[in-house]
T-cell receptor, first 118, second 119 residues
Framework: GAGVSQTPSNKVTEKGKYVELRCDPI?????LYWYRQSLGQGPEFLIY????????DSGLPNDRFFAVRPEGSVSTLKIQRTERGDSAVYLC????????????????FGPGTRLTVT | AQKVTQAQTEISVVEKEDVTLDCVYE???????LFWYKQPPSGELVFLIR??????QNEISGRYSWNFQKSTSSFNFTITASQVVDSAVYFC????????????????FGKGTKLSVKP
């Protein structure tokens, strides 16, 4: 079946602009995660959705970052007033995690969106 | 605090050598899960294995094997008879699965080990 897809694959924007990054998870996965990966580092957690709601947004670095998942499937990560430090690869993942613990299933990652802020 | 340490930044081997990638983790939870992911030069993270904290049995899958030891908080990954196609960055990750409020499941990654296998 289809894996996690992300668009665009690359995004170059000027400092101060607004960007939206899209993620389409694996069908049937209610759990969706956003991570950010800087060069030479492991992915860092940003936000976790269970269905339509953000169950954990503790990883968002500041209030310029926001994410939505209005119908419990596709999610959009939104970054306002972009800064050069926001440049990274933004990864989306989905899993069978149901929010009912204690169990943690593997996450399947999309190819990422490489964001470059000039 | 939860933490994953992959002390080996880069490893270089010659094809057919065996190689072990180390992973040490820290967590206060009694129920947790450990994972390994592969990130080839193409960039997409590929899931390799998932292990829960109650299952310390070693696992073998083809040329891959994993050694989980709770006593030393380690979850090491061995590739036997390495091949050029094994060249990638390998990440170890930890996920806590809490009884209260359900599992969040967000992954805490190490910094990765870059493996280069030369012909």
């Amino acid at each position: 079946g289809a894996g996690v897809s992300q668009t665009p694959s690359n995004k170059v924007t000027e400092k101060g602009k607004y960007v939206e990054l899209r993620c389409d998870p694996i069908s049937g996965h209610t759990a969706l995660y956003w991570y950010r990966q800087s060069l030479g580092q492991g992915p860092e957690f940003l936000i976790y959705f269970q269905g339509t709601g953000a169950a954990d947004d503790s990883g968002l670095p500041n209030d310029r970052f926001f994410a939505v998942r209005p119908e419990g499937s596709v999610s959009t990560l939104k970054i306002q007033r972009t800064e050069r430090g926001d440049s990274a690869v933004y990864l989306c993942a989905s899993s069978l995690n149901s929010g009912l613990g204690p169990v943690s299933y593997e996450q399947y990652f999309g190819p990422g969106t490489r964001l470059t802020v000039t | 605090a939860q933490k994953v340490t992959q002390a080996q930044t880069e490893i270089s081997v010659v094809e057919k050598e065996d190689v072990t990638l180390d992973c040490v983790y820290e967590t206060r939870d009694t129920t947790y899960y450990l994972f390994w992911y592969k990130q080839p030069p193409s960039g997409e993270l590929v899931f390799l294995i998932r292990r829960n904290s109650f299952d310390e049995q070693n696992e073998i899958s083809g040329r891959y094997s994993w050694n989980f030891q709770k006593s030393t908080s380690s979850f090491n990954f061995t590739i036997t008879a390495s091949q050029v196609v094994d060249s990638a960055v390998y990440f170890c990750a930890l996920s806590e699965a809490r009884n209260y409020g359900g599992s969040q499941g967000n992954l805490i990654f190490g910094k990765g080990t870059k493996l280069s296998v030369k012909p």
